[in-house]
């Protein structure tokens, strides 16, 4: 059965549901961004939000619709549905199925749409959370996205509620009034029960509609008992509870006893409901519960031949309950049936998860030791994870192929710190088989390697790669090959390196996308460091796609893959894209990912936070990594929190304390490190060139040169092609500071003509204003009535989208002798202003401090720059500065 199908349509609506007009014309035409209908259980956001469906297709409004579970926490799975639906809607066919894909397609669309997402509540996976506030972020105005959860979601809703984009269906809203309840019962066909006792019926239900329906079955057969009516209360889960009760004990005995059998389902089909009841004839209980409108809710949208059903999730979990409470041995039976059953359809995934709620983990076990690696070379790491964080370990020891297993999945959903503890308590590495053995000292280069170890990681790797093996896992032997092709990639033996790659890819044939998505990001890395910007970039999209070969698979590990992307993505200034694939990558980085992607993928978001203006959320990024260099003992990491927060105050123009963290920063042993190594994340981030960059600003420029002149060559030698354009480029700035404006010139031009074939654009913006008006020089000089016109298209529109960015900056020259004198002075708020932003205040921080709306705030700049003759905020600090307005 696919059940991805069933996700993408609503409930079918009955007859007996009340209309909510009020509710359904709020939803359909709220001129908002997101609608969140939320509430516990059982009080009717599905109807809503299904009549409201209903309404908008009516209205000609194309609508797309996606039941969310448990396993759409499988990133992988989620993106799969939303690109799906994209199509559905009618945007044009994404090209691949990458979270961008999806949230591309939906914000391309020309034609008003409604997005359904209903029990949002089972999400947690920051990855998922963060596609979801993306896309309700860059939805087009026509867009809309409608929640149905029983919580708050965590997707940034204070953005959106302080914006006015949000609508928020609570339960009050929720709550039935006396005329639902009336029309509830008379569409169930009770008119009988009398005005009195249906508005005490409504007044102790509070217009619980869960507690109503469950009411009326009672009521059904007992009739209008007044004193059944006058006992209820109907506010809390335990009330219903006992309803249920009620409504189960007055059924006959077959249909009790197929209610409560069939609980342990998640969806119901003949065939299983008839393996759990053989004694029963389920396809005449399922039509009589179907025609009746009990219980059943139909799961629309199946292309299986049968058609399939599921329970109230209320009611299923009372049934459940009652089940365990009268029949406990029979529980484990009916799962390990439902097991058997799956299992001989081949669905291997419900049959372990039977297995395993039957409690009988030695099946699981031997289960999964059909399937395991299979599910490890897809991907499937968060999957494993769960399955082997209940089954006892003891049982697992039993099946050392499954603790390697085990301890691959762990690697990459709870970290390599816990998943090297865990393999060392599991005694693999010293099995007297030779195959576990091999495949434990196989894993143990990559866990070294992710805890920033790499020289150990070397040695133990080495002396793997130069035993005999060839009857390991296949997974696990590419790994390794690719595992050491990292490691000799940032030892800097890139030949070597390139060599094991090839090696990897040609001994797993494509069958693994882990290690197809770890051949090509290693590939990219080495493109990366050597300046091929765009082969590089492809590189990292096709390691992103190829993750998603199989559609339920999870991209846990493939974060890699993700966040160099998204850097590839940044530096190309597609901030959007880059913005979006950090928010879904980050937090799976931050959990299990190498210390060189931990520091690229906050560096991207504290740069897109600045560029943007959110200048204190920038800082508190860098705290947050900071921190987790300390709490994982990877100073590497504090250092590189450092050097950015330097950076940071240097582009403010704030010279003392861009200092002082560049001093903090200054570990010799990491830095003589980096000095060996070739790590991705300081490839252009590294200490000796952020000296540089600080001389240049508030130093010596010649000293700069001097500086410069050993980095270039040594750049030079080792073919680090990116590292060489940005230094050639802060040489640039040291020329011209120094007053050989045509030597500047010169250099800034052989810059950007190779940039601008490659695609770099941050590279150079990240430098500031400062480097405005050499560009602008260079351009000029390009033009036909220049001195050196070039006829290159590609450079003359590369050039003007820079200065479109960029603007002609101030000549960093020194000082002047006098201080500028403004013809307007500027007002107290405006000096005020000009002091909060030197202390790092984002507008809508100082609009809350100064008790101003953020319009205002953004009036104040403007007549600052207006006043100063300056661009941006950057140069009206360092003129405040100069003037002595502030410190």
Known sequence: MNFVETKLHPPALVESQVARPTLVDQVVSAPVKLVL?????????????????????????????????????????????????????????????????????????????VLFLDDFEVVREPGVLGIVRDLVEHLPRHGKVV???RHQPEIGLGRLRARGELLEIDTERLRFDFEDTRSFFGRRGQRGLGVDLLAQLHKRTEGWAA??????????????????????????????????????????????????????LRHLELSICQTLCPRLDCAAILDELETANLFLTPVTGSRSPERAWRYHSLFAEFLRNQL???????????????????????????????????????????????HAERFLEQGRMRLLARWFGVIPEDLVREHPMLQLISAWASCFTHGPWLAMQQLERSGCIDSPLEQIHLGARMLQPLLLAMQDRYEEAYEAGSAVLSA???????????????????????????????????????????????????????????????????????????????????????????????????????????????EHLVNVYLPIARDVGFADHLVLSHLMRTRIMFIAGD???????LDELEYLGFNRQLPR???????????????????????????????????????????VAHDIDYHELARIRWELHFGDPHGALSLLTPEIAAAARSSRNRRLLKLRLLRALALQRTGEVSAATQEIGQVLQTACHEGYVRLILDEGPVLGTLIERYHQGTQPDGATSLN??????????????????????????????????????????????AEGYSNSAMSEKMFISDSTVRTHLRNINTKMGTKSRTQALAMARRMGLIR
């Open 37 to 113: 209908v939320r509430a516990p259980a059982g009080f009717g956001k599905t109807t809503v939000m299904a009549q409201a469906q209903q309404r908008a297709e009516a209205a000609g409004t194309a609508c797309g619709w996606i039941t969310l579970d448990e396993s759409d926490n499988d990133l992988s799975r989620f993106v799969s549905c939303l690109v799906e639906t994209a199509s559905r809607l009618g945007a044009e066919s994404p090209h691949g199925a990458t979270p961008f894909d999806g949230i591309s397609a939906l914000a391309a669309l020309e034609t008003p749409f």
């Open 324 to 370: 365990q409470r009268e029949q406990p041995d029979l529980v484990p039976r009916l799962h390990l049936v439902a097991s058997g059953w799956y299992e001989s359809q081949d669905r291997p995934v419900p049959a372990i998860d039977h297995a395993i709620d039957g409690g009988d983990f030695p099946l699981a076990l031997d289960l999964l030791e059909g």
């Open 468 to 578: 005999p093996y060839g009857t390991g896992m296949a997974f696990a032997q590419a790994a390794l090959l690719n595992a050491m092709a990292g490691v000799l990639s940032v030892i800097g033996d890139v030949r070597e390196s390139r060599r094991l790659i090839e090696t990897a890819r040609q001994q797993q044939n494509n069958k693994s996308n882990f290690n197809r998505m770890y051949s090509e990001s290693l590939e990219g890395i080495h493109d990366l460091h050597e300046g091929r910007l765009r082969q590089a970039t492809a590189r990292f999209r096709i390691s992103v796609d190829s993750t998603h070969v199989v559609v339920y698979n999870h991209t846990h590990g493939n974060a890699w893959a993700g966040v160099l992307y998204a850097d590839a993505l940044y530096e190309a200034n597609q901030l959007d894209r880059a």
């Open 147 to 149: 929640l149905g959860s």
């Open 615 to 621: 200048v204190d959320s920038a800082f508190r990024c």
């Open 211 to 264: 507690a109503l329906w469950l009411a009326s079955m009672a009521l059904e057969r007992s009739g209008s008992d007044t004193g059944f009516v006058e006992q209820f209360s109907g506010s809390d889960q335990t009330v219903a509870e006992f309803l249920a009760e009620d409504v189960l004990a007055r059924q006959p005995p077959h249909l009790r006893d197929f209610l409560l059998r069939t609980s342990v």
């Open 637 to 679: 990491v504090v250092a590189a929190a450092r050097l950015e927060r330097s950076r940071l105050l240097l582009m403010q123009g704030n010279a003392a304390r861009s200092r002082d963290e560049l001093n903090a920063a200054n570990d010799l042993t990491i830095w003589a490190r980096e000095r060996r190594q070739r790590l």
């Open 792 to 837: 290159d298209p590609i450079l003359t529109e590369y050039l003007a989208r820079l200065l479109e960015s960029i603007g002609p900056g101030p000549e960093p020259a020194r000082p002047p002798a006098e201080t500028p004198v403004l013809d307007e002075p500027l007002t107290p708020k405006e000096i005020r202003i000009l002091e909060l932003l």
